[in-house]
C-alpha cells in the first residue's frame, strides 16, 4: 500500500501493488478466497512514514481478516 487516500485504486506493478485501504482490502480478500494463507507487504514505493502506513493497516485493513 502506497496510497494516503483510502479510495486509491489499485495499480499494479511488477511485483506488486499501489493502492488504498480499500484496494487492499479487495486484493487481500480475493487471495484469501483463493487460498492464499500467508501474505508478505513490502513498503519500498510507499509514501507514508512505514509506522504510520502499518498502524493505518492494523486498524483498517486486519479486523476484516480477524472476524
Not at 483510502?6 to 485501504?21: L, M, N, Q, S
Not at 487471495?31 to 514505493?45: E, N, P, Q, T
Amino acid at each position: 500500500m502506497a496510497c494516503k487516500d483510502d479510495e486509491a485504486p489499485i495499480k499494479r506493478h511488477r511485483f506488486g501493488v499501489e493502492t488504498g485501504v480499500n484496494g487492499l482490502i479487495e486484493e487481500l480478500s480475493a487471495m484469501k478466497k483463493a487460498g492464499v494463507d500467508h501474505i508478505g507487504l513490502h513498503f519500498r514505493r510507499n509514501t507514508q512514514p512505514v509506522e504510520q502506513a502499518m498502524q493505518h493497516i492494523a486498524a483498517y485493513v486486519l479486523p476484516h481478516f480477524h472476524k
